[in-house]
């Protein structure tokens, strides 16, 4: 079943040629509840859209969008679609909860005995500011990096602990919660150095115990986010590495590199599990067979962990199936840059140069009861503790991911 075009999201003003206005979308963003998008849809603005509840209202979206109308969500409970002047060219996004304020707490981020959602965005001056997304008011600027803020990553446990990745070659750990603002402002809890390239893509694992890190080299690093210390670097890739992602239990993680390979690592031991290969999928397609055309851009894993998806630049979006070596599905796309799935599955967004987001069906699995028995154990068990269990060697193998 391959992936269908459900709607497409277009910038809102005309196209301008000076590079400032850089209309490219470079990073796009679920909230983790599904209920908004963000996009940096480029002229140095985020676009926030109250997300539908389902595929049918995207279905709805695209009907609209073929018969001439906006091809634009309509908004939900009461939500409004919220623009963010952000003053310098947007490049990375990332959503999270905000602790609710308590009695006699003077910081008006949010009101009494409420929690409120916020989304950070990394700019091109270095500047990550953080807005509230229910009112689209900034809350506050976090000032460091000394060069673009090309990704961030909030800890998925919902600690306000967020992670930056920049041009200036380090990433740095902010703490947001309450106990990390002084008057000189949010505590910068670590500066990672390590990198002799520009940082392009930081993820933290779903168990908020690792971090990974991808810059233009051909290893990717792998951070404690206990300790703020290197645990080792992958190496393997034969170019730039510059998209990352764990699996939601965190037992695997993938990169992606210009080299035109996906690779498959256990994190815990650094082994590598499987190579995926970006190559022409049909004769008849007219694509180059220069490797170049297939350098990767993104990837990323749905939310049961059994599928990937990656775009790269032979404006191809594909799906894989966790055990197979070759797409399952694949979409023709213009020039795409980053990839995302709906938090609760069903499709992908998509990114692109001409600041355009594109939405489109996946592949909707009833996982097994084999795998949520892995993924439940994978969740608190490293490879190691796997390894120790008084256990048949093939079932080890199984909750490994070594069964491929």
Same mark, same amino acid.
């Given at each position: 079943?391959?992936?269908?075009?459900?709607?497409?999201?277009?910038?809102?003003?005309?196209?301008?040629?000076?590079?400032?206005?850089?209309?490219?979308?470079?990073?796009?963003?679920?909230?983790?509840?599904?209920?908004?998008?963000?996009?940096?849809?480029?002229?140095?603005?985020?676009?926030?859209?109250?997300?539908?509840?389902?595929?049918?209202?995207?279905?709805?979206?695209?009907?609209?969008?073929?018969?001439?109308?906006?091809?634009?969500?309509?908004?939900?409970?009461?939500?409004?679609?919220?623009?963010?002047?952000?003053?310098?060219?947007?490049?990375?996004?990332?959503?999270?909860?905000?602790?609710?304020?308590?009695?006699?707490?003077?910081?008006?981020?949010?009101?009494?005995?409420?929690?409120?959602?916020?989304?950070?965005?990394?700019?091109?001056?270095?500047?990550?500011?953080?807005?509230?997304?229910?009112?689209?008011?900034?809350?506050?600027?976090?000032?460091?990096?000394?060069?673009?803020?090309?990704?961030?990553?909030?800890?998925?446990?919902?600690?306000?602990?967020?992670?930056?990745?920049?041009?200036?070659?380090?990433?740095?750990?902010?703490?947001?919660?309450?106990?990390?603002?002084?008057?000189?402002?949010?505590?910068?809890?670590?500066? /990672?150095? !390590? &990198?002799?390239?520009? +940082?392009?893509? @930081?993820?933290? #694992? *779903? %168990?908020?115990?690792? =971090?990974?890190? $991808?810059?233009?080299?051909?290893?990717?690093?792998?951070?404690?986010?206990?300790?703020?210390?290197?645990?080792?670097? /992958?190496? !393997? &890739?034969?170019?730039? +590495?510059?998209? @990352?992602?764990? #699996? *939601? %239990?965190?037992?695997? =993680?993938?990169? $992606?590199?210009?080299?035109?390979?996906?690779?498959?690592?256990?994190?815990?031991?650094?082994?590598?599990?499987?190579? /995926?290969?970006?190559?022409?999928?049909?004769?008849?397609?007219?694509?180059? #067979?220069?490797?170049?055309?297939?350098?990767?851009?993104?990837?990323?894993?749905?939310?049961?962990?059994?599928?990937?998806?990656?775009?790269?630049?032979?404006?191809?979006?594909?799906?894989?199936?966790?055990?197979?070596?070759?797409?399952?599905?694949?979409?023709?796309?213009?020039?795409?840059?980053?990839?995302?799935?709906?938090?609760?599955?069903?499709?992908?967004?998509?990114?692109?140069?001409?600041?355009?987001?594109?939405?489109?069906?996946?592949?909707?699995?009833?996982?097994?009861?084999?795998?949520?028995?892995?993924?439940?154990?994978?969740?608190?068990?490293?490879?190691?503790?796997?390894?120790?269990?008084?256990?048949?060697?093939?079932?080890?193998?199984?909750?490994?991911?070594?069964?491929?």
């Amino acid at each position: 079943e391959e992936p269908v075009l459900l709607a497409e999201l277009k910038p809102g003003r005309p196209q301008r040629y000076d590079w400032k206005s850089s209309c490219e979308t470079w990073s796009v963003a679920f909230s983790p509840d599904g209920a908004w998008f963000a996009w940096s849809q480029g002229h140095c603005v985020v676009k926030l859209i109250p997300w539908p509840l389902g595929e049918a209202e995207l279905c709805k979206t695209s009907e609209r969008k073929s018969r001439g109308g906006k091809a634009e969500p309509r908004s939900r409970g009461g939500a409004k679609e919220k623009t963010l002047e952000c003053g310098q060219i947007v490049w990375g996004l990332a959503f999270s909860a905000w602790p609710a304020a308590e009695e006699g707490d003077t910081d008006p981020t949010c009101a009494l005995g409420l929690p409120c959602l916020v989304l950070a965005t990394g700019l091109n001056d270095g500047q990550i500011k953080v807005w509230e997304v229910q009112t689209g008011h900034l809350l506050f600027s976090l000032l460091g990096h000394q060069d673009v803020v090309r990704d961030l990553s909030f800890a998925p446990n919902g600690s306000p602990i967020l992670v930056s990745a920049s041009r200036d070659k380090t990433l740095r750990v902010w703490d947001l919660s309450r106990d990390g603002r002084s008057l000189q402002g949010w505590r910068q809890v670590q500066v /990672l150095a !390590g &990198h002799v390239q520009w +940082v392009y893509c @930081c993820s933290i #694992s *779903p %168990d908020c115990s690792m =971090l990974c890190s $991808a810059a233009g080299e051909k290893s990717a690093l792998l951070w404690s986010m206990r300790s703020y210390t290197l645990i080792r670097r /992958l190496e !393997g &890739h034969q170019s730039s +590495v510059v998209s @990352c992602d764990f #699996s *939601p %239990d965190s037992a695997l =993680l993938v990169t $992606a590199s210009y080299d035109a390979c996906v690779i498959m690592w256990d994190p815990y031991t650094g082994e590598q599990l499987r190579t /995926l290969r970006h190559v022409p999928l049909h004769s008849t397609l007219d694509y180059s #067979s220069d490797i170049h055309s297939s350098s990767l851009r993104s990837v990323c894993f749905s939310p049961e962990g059994l599928y990937l998806a990656t775009v790269a630049d032979d404006r191809l979006l594909r799906i894989w199936a966790l055990e197979l070596r070759s797409p399952v599905a694949f979409a023709p796309m213009t020039n795409g840059l980053c990839c995302i799935y709906f938090p609760h599955g069903g499709f992908i967004a998509t990114g692109t140069r001409d600041g355009h987001v594109q939405f489109w069906t996946a592949p909707r699995v009833l996982s097994s009861l084999k795998h949520l028995c892995r993924k439940a154990l994978r969740t608190f068990l490293t490879t190691y503790q796997v390894l120790a269990l008084p256990i048949p060697r093939k079932l080890k193998e199984f909750l490994t991911y070594r069964t491929f």
